[in-house]
């Protein structure tokens, strides 16, 4: 089968990938459409370690062929959005309702993947860049067949971690005030969320004015080339300030943008040992830092209440879809994405 393998020299699509079936506890799925996402050229770029070789993506959706032993919540023939969150359900964080911190969900990738006889490690307990894949079962979440599975496929994370940081980690409140900093796929995620939960002033900050009119769109109630020029909209700062590029100088940027009792949300992706400066005074009127690791979700609710979301016209999704490629042509996808020409490219198979 067809997939998207780097080896830690190049990226290329084989066709020779092999997947072993799904054991108990996991699922067998079918992958139809996968979103290219800044993460996974984090990966080919180092960025974010990876151990390699590895089959990459992590933003799908598709078809369940097969369930292993166990597996009762969902069946063949279900259209399915992926989660990146391989949680055990049965620690301590899990059982409190935070699966993103579940320690059995973080760095322990797994090799289902072969070619040639050689293990292949899975990116992100997904990897959505082949025709198909082995989930954990509470990573496959069963939507309505209505759903575009192109649009659909970037519920798993664009979606999770943009509305996620929103709703579950800044719990925007009616009225509050909301500055996000990029308008990347995340960030047009952090701009719908924040016309979800009620926001009275949402400013989005892009250096590339081409993406007024969909920052707008997906609720900017203003639209900025840079971040200096947020005062002039909101004299006294922002309730909540959503970083989503990953670069130091904006997070600081984000930190002194903020209100009294405000919120930084980091969301962007900095090298791994890259460091942020700020004036720790600047913080004793009761301000925060919060990271967010894939907007603090809870996936089998949260997926569930976007397509729900979606189906009242409420969430965006289609438009999210810049453009759609045949996973043949990676290279163009990733170029466009790296020239920012798509807001989000999705792979097709």
């Known amino acids: 089968m067809r997939g998207v393998v780097f080896d830690g020299r190049e990226t290329v699509v084989v066709d020779d990938l092999e997947v072993r079936d799904p054991g108990p506890g996991e699922v067998l799925v079918a992958v139809a459409a996968a979103g290219l996402c800044h993460s996974d050229l984090s990966v080919i770029d180092g960025t974010i ?13 598709g078809v369940v ?52 006889g050689e293990p292949l490690y899975q990116f992100a307990s997904n990897s959505a860049f082949a025709e ?46 909301v500055v996000v900093i990029g308008t990347g796929g995340v960030g ?53 300030v959503f970083e989503c590029v990953g670069r130091v100088e904006l997070v600081r940027a984000a930190i002194d943008l ?14 791994a040992d890259a460091e942020a400066s700020f004036v720790p005074a600047a913080l004793f009127l009761d301000k925060s ?9 809870r996936p089998q609710r949260d997926i569930r209440l976007y397509a729900d979301l979606y189906a009242e016209g409420r969430l965006l999704l289609d438009e999210l879809v810049t453009q759609t490629y045949p996973v043949e042509d990676f290279g163009k996808a990733v170029a466009d994405a790296e020239a920012g020409r798509v807001a989000r490219g999705v792979l097709t198979f």
């Not at 370690?49 to 959706?61: I, K, N, S, T, W």
């Open 65 to 116: 062929e097969a369930v292993g032993a166990g597996v009762t919540h969902v069946a063949p023939g279900d259209h399915v959005s992926l989660s990146t969150l391989a949680n055990c359900g049965t620690c301590a964080e899990c059982d409190r309702g935070r699966p993103t911190m579940c320690r059995r969900a973080i760095g322990r990738p797994q090799q289902p993947f072969s070619r040639g």
């Open 49 to 61: 370690p990876f151990p390699r070789p590895v089959v990459l993506g992590h933003e799908g959706a």
């Open 258 to 271: 903020l209100d009294r009792h405000g919120q930084a949300v980091l969301l962007g992706m900095p090298a």
């Open 289 to 297: 830092v919060l990271g967010c690791r894939y907007g603090s979700s």
């Open 188 to 240: 047009l995620n952090v701009l719908q969320g924040a016309r979800i939960a009620g926001a009275l002033r949402i400013v989005a900050v892009d250096s590339n004015p081409a993406k007024e009119e969909v920052a707008r769109r997906f609720g900017a109630t203003d639209f900025l080339s840079d971040a200096a020029a947020v005062r002039a909209v909101l004299p006294d700062g922002a309730d909540h």
């Open 132 to 177: 198909r894949t082995v989930v954990k079962a509470v990573q496959a979440v069963k939507i309505p067949a209505g759903i575009p599975l192109t649009s659909a496929a970037l519920i798993g994370c664009g979606v999770l971690t943009g509305v996620g940081a929103v709703l579950n980690r800044a719990r925007v409140d009616r009225g509050d005030s």
